[in-house]
């Protein structure tokens, strides 16, 4: 290690040499370095501030107790507190008189957006397009009818939901063997006819007007109170081909919605209403019927006979 | 030598001279100083639904205002495509004349010009600050140092001033930000800036050139043997000598007389005689002091010029000078400049052509359409509508390309009102985001089709922006 200067540059060299080439001895500038040293310095300041240091089952904490923990429950905290007034008038504003306050149905139709992505999405789609068995909300057919006050009510108790007392249930009952084959050809032809798609016949108009009118109506259009589904629409929960409506008079599938009180308190409830009534199919400005009683007729009267 | 571990920074006293590249320095210094602190005070006139200030980003509301030109963030590829033009601007100008930029036009060497201007109004010239900064710490140079420090904070605190008044109206910010009632966003940004500045044009100097820039590396890079930069024209200048020697031996000695001029004048603190090098930043100083130096002693200019590696070669060689100029004009710079000035047409004819509205349509993905009870088809579409007129407009919007009975109606006007034709009334310089249903009865095919805007002014304005409408089947 002889340190030398160097003839060609006039630099001292740091004295390494390897093979003959000698390393010029080209220092960085005090300044460049002090940089560097802040560095350090700030670094070791943060180590004993913050969490750093990983641990065997956690990092170290760091003198502050700051964690990105906390940080996330003082936002949610705030915004709780910079919506609470928000939700205290919803909670105070009849269903059916949302819509007049266009600012206050928006507040509640966003609040249920949300909640509809985190309860409702699994079942009825991120789009709340539903699939087969599993009702599409964006559409304007509404078995158990679509009003504030009726969805509200479906979302409350839920349907066929055994938990719940007052819960939305009637049952079809299953026409197997009740029927020959032809009859219930004949019965699905004149159904799907009802909406212009299979052929009609006079067997099956009678078997309809015989089974089925009672709960369907006689043309098929259906009866939200006792949550009969329409059957002269476009809108097939479990499909409109002739097996699937062959398979749905002979053993009737029922779709089950969990009743969300006691899960979700009832603003909630109320904000999810305003968002399905809002997903463009929402049964618009239709006076409040008295929906609740009749449901709970139907539901009662199912109770006494599951075969309806 | 200085010790292992670091270097000592070196202070930069270089010396006043006058001359052709002096004078222009201060030509550039006054205009670009002048464009960047005055340009937010022009005041321009548009109307009661924009601002009034002639150069304005409106962060906040996303609008650039330059003189008749507005920018919205959908147009933002004006900015980029300006963004693109200064980078093969600097391509153009780096293969035609070197590292002009670095000597004349980029704020870190024009704001070091400024200060070192305020060292020689408190300091004196070169030997003068040399001796200051070696002379023990008295009260006077404490006072004096204290004054030209004052002067440095002062120039930097009105640099990051000028800064924020870009941003918002300059005189009402003014205002606001000595009552204390800007956003804080301001006031640090004052603080950074008037630090930076204080900092970087006080004290940093040739150091960020040198070793902050990363420009430097990829202008040395860019530059090639047909280059305009500054040169010594060794084969004439060696021997050096002094004019003594050189009298006793006129033979033996070139015609530089070894004098240093050229380095006591240099901001940077470089010696061009060495060759080329990355601490030049092409400002011609060394030439203005030469040529004065050549004058005095009776020899010719140009020992010191800015010539090209090839002309040098050549000249070496024999032959005669040849003027600068031409060294610009070559294959290289002018396709640079071809495709330089074919993006600023191209920008230019953009301006020109384009229209104050706007539509752009975004067709529901999920669901991507909706069957009704009666089999009709609904698709929905989030659409905005732009109206980049200072006053509130009307616009229409039409269905084009549906059949028959298609009709379409938007959140504020309810379906009982639905209808082919919807006019809705945008505000001024507002974007007006509007959600619409477009109803298909049952069995009407559809595929493609179009919204066209149409403005219900004398302009008839119009944008027709394609689409597709999903039906079951065919989503």
């Not at chain 1, 109170?225 to 398979?247: Q, R, S």
Request: hydrophobic share 45%; glycine share 8%; aromatic share 10%.
């Amino acid at each position: 290690m002889t340190k030398r200067i160097d003839e060609p540059t006039g630099t001292e060299t740091v004295g390494h040499e390897w093979d003959g080439i000698e390393e010029l001895n080209t220092p960085l500038p005090r300044w460049w370095l002090y940089t560097f040293y802040a560095t350090i310095v700030f670094a070791a300041i943060y180590v004993v501030l913050y969490p750093a240091w990983p641990m065997i089952d956690r990092a170290t904490q760091g003198t502050l107790g700051w964690s990105s923990r906390g940080d996330l429950a003082r936002e949610m905290t705030a915004a709780d507190m910079a919506r609470q007034s928000t939700v205290e008038r919803i909670a105070a504003t009849d269903i059916e008189k949302l819509p007049a306050d266009p600012e206050l149905m928006q507040a509640a139709i966003a609040g249920g957006a949300a909640a509809f992505k985190v309860n409702c999405v699994q079942c009825h789609g991120a789009g709340a397009a539903g699939s087969p068995g599993y009702p599409n909300l964006n559409d304007d057919d509404w078995i158990w009818g679509g009003t504030l006050t009726d969805i509200q009510y479906t979302l409350t108790h839920g349907i066929r939901w055994e938990g719940a007392e007052e819960t939305r249930a009637n049952f079809m009952p299953a026409f197997q063997g009740m029927f020959e084959p032809a009859q219930v050809n004949a019965l699905a032809g004149h159904v799907l006819s009802l909406s212009g798609k299979g052929r009609s016949s006079a067997a099956g108009a009678q078997l309809f007007a015989d089974n089925c009118a009672a709960c369907h109506g006689s043309g098929g259009e259906g009866s939200p109170p006792m949550g009969a589904p329409a059957l002269n629409d476009a809108i097939w929960l479990f499909g409109d081909t002739e097996a699937a409506v062959k398979a749905q008079i002979l053993a009737p599938r029922h779709g089950v919605m969990p009743a969300w009180q006691g899960r979700l308190d009832p603003v909630t409830i109320k904000m999810l209403a305003a968002y399905v009534h809002s997903r463009g199919g929402g049964q618009k400005a239709a006076p409040a019927q008295p929906a609740t009683d009749a449901a709970s007729d139907v539901a009662a009267a199912a109770k006494a006979d599951p075969n309806g | 030598m200085g010790s292992a571990l670091y270097e000592k920074g070196k202070t930069v006293h270089n010396k006043r001279i006058d001359g052709p590249f002096r004078r222009f320095k201060w030509l550039v210094m006054l205009v670009t100083l002048g464009i960047y602190y005055v340009t937010p005070w022009i005041r321009w006139d548009r109307g009661p639904y924009a601002p009034d200030q002639a150069v304005l980003v409106d962060l906040a509301n996303r609008r650039f205002y330059m003189f008749d030109i507005e920018i919205w963030p959908h147009e933002f590829y004006f900015v980029a495509g300006l963004l693109i033009m200064a980078g093969i601007g600097l391509f153009l100008v780096t293969s035609a004349v070197g590292r002009a930029w670095c000597g004349y036009a980029c704020p870190q060497t024009v704001w070091t010009d400024l200060f070192q201007h305020v060292d020689r109004f408190f300091d004196g010239d070169r030997n003068a600050r040399m001796r200051l900064d070696k002379a023990p710490w008295t009260p006077a140079k404490i006072a004096r140092r204290s004054a030209k420090w004052a002067v440095y904070l002062a120039i930097a605190f009105w640099t990051g001033g000028a800064w924020i008044m870009y941003f918002a109206d300059a005189p009402t910010l003014t205002r606001d930000f000595w009552t204390g009632n800007a956003a804080p966003v301001a006031y640090a940004t004052v603080a950074i800036l008037t630090g930076t500045t204080f900092w970087l044009g006080g004290f940093m100097r040739e150091q960020v050139c040198i070793y902050m820039c990363p420009w430097p590396r990829i202008q040395t890079a860019m530059l090639d043997e047909k280059s305009l930069i500054v040169t010594y024209k060794d084969w004439r200048g060696e021997q050096r000598g002094s004019l003594k020697k050189a009298a006793k031996n006129p033979d033996q000695y070139g015609d530089c007389i070894d004098c240093n001029m050229c380095v006591a004048v240099c901001p940077t603190g470089v010696d061009i005689r060495e060759g080329q090098q990355i601490g030049c930043i092409t400002c011609g100083l060394c030439i203005d002091a030469c040529d004065r130096v050549m004058k005095e002693v009776g020899r010719p200019r140009g020992l010191i010029d800015y010539a090209t590696l090839d002309q040098c070669k050549a000249e070496a060689a024999g032959a005669p000078p040849t003027p600068a100029w031409k060294a610009l004009l070559r294959p290289r710079t002018l396709i640079y400049f071809t495709v330089w000035a074919g993006l600023g047409a191209g920008l230019l004819f953009a301006l020109g052509t384009r229209t104050h509205t706007d539509l752009t349509v975004s067709p529901d993905r999920n669901p991507p359409f909706m069957l009704l009870k009666d089999g009709s088809v609904r698709n929905a579409y989030t659409l905005r509508l732009r109206n980049m007129e200072a006053r509130p407009r009307d616009m229409e919007i039409a269905l084009e390309g549906l059949p028959q009975g298609a009709v379409m109606w938007t959140e504020s006007v309810s379906m009982e009102n639905a209808a082919r034709v919807q006019t809705v009334t945008v505000p001024a310089n507002a974007t007006e985001v509007l959600r619409v249903y477009v109803l298909l009865p049952e069995g009407a095919p559809a595929n493609a089709f179009a919204f066209r805007l149409t403005s219900l002014d004398e302009q008839r304005e119009q944008d027709v922006t394609e689409t597709t409408f999903a039906m079951p089947g065919n989503e």
